[in-house]
């Protein structure tokens, strides 16, 4: 299992709501190559403070059958209510597997 963690930076906030519409997915590589393509899901906001300082993670259960070697987990975050050539964004952390 991998845990990981991010901070959302300045999000876009609905003018009504006072809101923000954000969805995040998540990504495992190996060699350049996906082994792992989560769904796009909505950013989870209970208990979140600070809008313009979003706090998400979770943890990824990543099974017997990925072979020991080098990893890279990506996070994407769609903000919805952003200028198109602001939408999304992205954040990798490398990782190895041991035996």
Known sequence: MIEYGYIIYNAQVDK???????????????DGQPVFTGRFGPFNLQSQTDVKRLVGGGS???????????????????????KTERRMTTQGSDFEIVK
Do not use: H, M, S
């Open 16 to 30: 009504t709501t006072r809101q923000p519409q954000l969805e995040t997915q998540l990504r495992v590589y190996r």
């Open 60 to 82: 990824l259960r990543l099974g017997n059958e990925l072979a020991p070697g080098d990893y890279a987990l990506q996070v994407i975050v769609v903000d919805k209510l952003a």
